[in-house]
């Protein structure tokens, strides 16, 4: 029994609510079962985020394109995955909370360094990358006030906006979905809409809570895009245009 609260106690389950299902047997208590539920989906996030965008950085690599992809797209949600981050980390809030973001933030870089790369300006690939680090360096720092944190997560919701608008304009414009990857769109939609739950049992946070629902629907959206562009391809739209 022993072993078993090492374990368990108290990275998924306080106390309370370890005697409560193990000792008391009452594994019907809401509480603890809302808080076992939580950190089961957050820990499956987390897991799930290592390698939520390696479909998508495999598809690029593969067919030696990001045509489709939008780096400004790619860069405003580098900007919110940051945001969230840098805000949780300074607010304390558990690993199991955000731990996902960490993996989709050097996912999202390694994208934006392939779009740059294979559209020939390798330079600017590496010059981004060189100035992420710098910044998130300055932001985790004593001498960024807290305020700018928090204007920073609050800006979540509309650089989450921005970048979804944009990447769905593109394949709009496109009529075709060119090298997203529905595997990581779908992922993320799922992810984003678990997160809505576990950060309001775990950090209790509006702010970032109201992040988590604008990104759930955003991701939506481009997963309507990618289910009604199904069976186009850029190919066949080039051959409808001639």
Not at 30 to 36: F, G, N, Q, S, T
Not at 157 to 174: C, D, E, G, H
Request: charged letters at 10%.
């Amino acid at each position: 029994m022993e072993a078993v609260r090492g374990l368990l106690v108290p990275g998924i389950l306080p106390e309370k609510c370890f005697h409560e299902f193990f000792v008391h047997f009452n594994l019907l208590e809401v509480v603890c079962l809302k808080i076992l539920l939580s950190k089961v989906l957050g820990i499956g996030i987390i897991v799930g985020s290592i390698l939520v965008k390696v479909p998508q950085i495999i598809k690029i690599v593969r067919s030696g394109t990001a045509e489709g992809l939008s780096f400004n797209s790619v860069l405003l949600e580098l900007l919110a995955l940051t945001g969230t981050m840098v805000y949780s980390i300074t607010r304390g809030f558990n690993f199991s909370a955000w731990g996902e973001v960490l993996f989709l933030i050097i996912q999202t870089l390694i994208i934006g360094f392939l779009i740059q790369h294979l559209g020939g300006r390798t330079a600017w690939g590496t010059l981004l990358l060189g100035i992420y680090f710098t910044v998130v360096a300055i932001l985790l720092s004593p001498v960024t006030p807290m305020a700018v944190i928090t204007g920073l997560q609050a800006f979540n919701m509309p650089a989450v906006i921005i970048s979804r608008l944009i990447q769905a304009v593109t394949n709009y414009k496109n009529g075709h979905t060119g090298q997203l990857s529905a595997v990581t769109v779908a992922l993320l939609f799922l992810g984003s809409l678990a997160r809505i739950f576990t950060s309001i049992q775990e950090t209790g946070d509006l702010l970032m809570s109201l992040t988590y629902v604008v990104s759930s629907t955003c991701n939506g959206v481009i997963l309507g895009q990618l289910l009604y562009y199904w069976n186009v391809s850029s190919v066949d739209k080039k051959k409808k245009t001639r």
